[in-house]
């Protein structure tokens, strides 16, 4: 550099010459080396994603409660409880009360993720499901709220072997019996049929879809040998 100076005496045109070597020496960077925003967004949300798996595996794990959640109405149920779905997928579900009472028409619905996801509105449904992952849905009738976990697999079909639903359970109540089919099997109609017992002679009947969504509960007591056809 004593060269490059040694013609010049004026400060500052050694200043000028100087900037000029600095500009020519600094290494030029590739706009592409350089992270976009829209890249780093896309990044933001991908951790966002990852969080929330792992949240919602948590609250699976945790029959649906997590340590931040309040603790949801013991006397409201939706079904079903847990679901699988695939990609692409919508389903329905319903909400009764402990007694039975179907809750579904005053129900606002909404999901956790919208990402993993979507519902129409506050008081649509069905829910369907846009990208892999596990997503809460819950219902809201008044002052109560009830919730299902959803996981939603890559598809086309559903993982074989896997459980695609699993009724809310009813406190103080065991299942003793399934019974397949029923009257009017179809997407309104009954597919299958449980007899619970509370163990003291109480006997619980529940009917559901073939989606799992229940659409009758009664009380009964004195069955014989688990009938429940009478």
Not at 218 to 223: A, E, N, P, T, Y
Request: with cysteine.
């Amino acid at each position: 550099m004593s060269i490059l100076f040694s013609g010049f005496t004026n400060v500052s045109t050694r200043a000028v010459v100087l900037g000029l070597v600095v500009w020519f020496c600094t290494p030029i960077t590739s706009p592409q080396s350089q992270p976009t925003v829209g890249t780093q967004e896309e990044a933001d949300r991908a951790a966002a994603r990852k969080k929330k798996f792992a949240e919602d595996k948590q609250r699976l794990e945790n029959d649906g409660i997590t340590s931040q959640d309040a603790p949801l109405d013991q006397t409201l149920f939706v079904s079903p409880f847990k679901a699988g779905m695939v990609v692409g997928e919508s389903r329905t579900f319903s909400v009764f009360d402990i007694d039975g009472k179907v809750l579904t028409a005053q129900a606002e619905w909404s999901v956790s993720d919208s990402i993993v996801a979507d519902i129409a509105g506050v008081s649509d449904q069905p829910i369907t499901a846009k990208s892999v992952g596990m997503v809460t849905v819950r219902a809201r009738v008044g002052s109560r709220s009830a919730e299902s976990t959803v996981t939603v697999y890559p598809g086309p079909k559903f993982p074989p072997t896997t459980t695609r639903w699993l009724a809310p359970p009813i406190p103080g109540f065991t299942l003793q019996k399934v019974m397949p089919g029923g009257i009017g099997v179809g997407p309104d109609g009954i597919a299958v049929s449980f007899a619970e017992s509370d163990g003291h002679g109480g006997i619980l009947l529940r009917t559901f879809t073939s989606d799992g969504r229940q659409i009758w509960m009664k009380r009964v007591s004195g069955l014989i040998h688990g009938d429940s056809r009478h």
